[in-house]
């Protein structure tokens, strides 16, 4: 069993920068796929980011390429998400998740709010 606990999220304004931060339990974090969603009012969950166990490949929503930027710790066990440029359309709770073949484990959101 994984748990992730995200940080980092806020109010911030158009054009600035927040980073996410997601801690993860367990002994088998450096095995796990991970990645970040968001979820804004009314929407449906969608991808954001996402980055190999190892950290050699990184994949990204195109909404959000060359201003996003995905990284990992294995050694701290904590995933990121640098967001800069951001625009109110980026305004939504954001998820972490992580798994071995899929995103089988979620956390609880940490709510991102720019405002224009």
């Known amino acids: 069993q994984v748990q992730l606990v995200e940080s980092g999220g806020g109010l911030v304004q158009a054009g600035g920068s927040l980073r996410l931060s997601c801690a993860a339990s367990?002994?088998?974090?450096?095995?796990?796929?991970m990645g970040w969603f968001r979820q804004a009012p009314g929407k449906e969950r969608e991808f954001v980011a996402g980055?190999?166990?190892?950290?050699?490949?990184?994949y990204y929503a195109e909404s959000v390429k060359g201003r996003f930027t995905i990284s990992r710790d294995n050694a701290k066990n904590t995933v990121y998400l640098q967001m800069n440029s951001l625009k109110p359309e980026d305004t939504a709770v954001y998820y972490c998740?992580?798994?071995?073949?899929?995103?089988?484990?979620w956390g609880q959101g940490t709510q991102v709010t720019v405002s224009s």
């Open positions: 367990g002994r088998t974090f450096s095995t796990y796929v």
């Open positions: 980055i190999s166990a190892n950290g050699g490949s990184t």
């Open positions: 998740a992580a798994g071995e073949r899929g995103y089988n484990y």
